[in-house]
């Protein structure tokens, strides 16, 4: 298999907007859940840029478990990733739906993100698969690490090689927390496949209190790089503020992702 450290040994790296994912350094994309607004996006990106983040994700099209739920910006949304991307320099993380939106949202984001509940959305995969951007793929929440890496397999297997895996937590029977980050995932998955293996400690945990203890433990397990969510008001964000970092967080991340990076 294209995916397999039999069929390639080597590390792969992944360049997502001129950032390695898969080498030596741990980038750190992070920004809201939705993009919401001009200000509080270039506000947001402002801020990372200069507190060491390395890529800005915001989702324009959302997938929401209720459909009464705020769904996402749309074109507008890519529009404002895009302004963020020139104004800071910061590549653009942005997840696609459906395959019929492949060509829009690639010609705005530097990253395709797959959602977890389009993991194994075939024709989506193939369809991102017969482009040349990079793929953030994340686990579904429900899938084996062998399910997971046969749908980077799809993507691999219609010629597009920049493949990143994103582990973002499984259900379990546990609901202290929103999903169960599952860091095995991590150590099996380095071990079976030579592409770059992220963490999401946001969506993996559900409540920010946790999300920089699993960043650090992310790290020190082998994550090639992390994907958080930051607002500026998680209070009033308008997904997923409860799983948001504000910026003081965000910063104390960065130096404590650091730390463990440097005693590896
Ligand atoms: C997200 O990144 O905001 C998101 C919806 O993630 P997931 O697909 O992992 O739930
Ligand atoms: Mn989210």
Redesign the pocket.
């Known amino acids: 298999k294209l995916a397999s450290r039999e069929f390639r040994p080597e590390p792969t790296v992944v360049a997502a907007g001129g950032v390695p994912f898969g080498g030596d350094a741990i980038p750190i994309i992070a920004g809201p859940?939705?993009v919401e607004s001009e200000a509080g996006l270039l506000e947001i990106a402002g801020f990372l840029r200069r507190a060491g983040g390395a890529a800005l994700?915001g989702?324009a099209f959302?997938?929401r478990t209720s459909p009464y739920s705020f769904q996402g910006l749309g074109q507008e949304g890519l529009r404002l990733l895009a302004l963020a991307r020139q104004v800071t320099g910061l590549p653009v993380v942005t997840?696609v739906m459906a395959p019929e939106q492949v060509e829009q949202v690639a010609a705005y984001a530097d990253v395709l993100?797959?959602?977890?509940?389009?993991m194994q959305n075939f024709p989506l995969l193939q369809a991102v698969g017969r482009t040349r951007k990079p793929v953030l793929l994340?686990?579904g929440?429900m899938a084996t690490v062998e399910e997971w890496l046969l749908a980077a397999e799809y993507i691999l297997a219609e010629g597009n090689p920049h493949v990143i895996l994103?582990e973002?937590?499984i259900r379990t029977f546990e609901t202290s927390t929103r999903n169960t980050l599952d860091l095995n995932a991590v150590a099996v998955a380095k071990s079976l496949t030579h592409l770059p293996v992220i963490v999401?400690p946001?969506?993996g945990t559900g409540h920010r209190e946790y999300v920089i203890p699993l960043a650090r433990a992310a790290v020190a397990v082998g994550a090639d790089g992390l994907?958080v969510?930051v607002h500026p008001r998680p209070d009033q964000a308008l997904?997923?503020g409860n799983q948001s970092l504000d910026f003081a967080q965000f910063q104390q991340l960065v130096e404590e992702v650091e730390a463990v990076a440097r005693a590896l």
């Open positions: 859940c939705s994700r989702g959302k997938p997840e993100q797959i959602g977890a509940r389009n994340k686990r929440f994103c973002r937590g999401d946001s969506h994907i969510e997904s997923d």
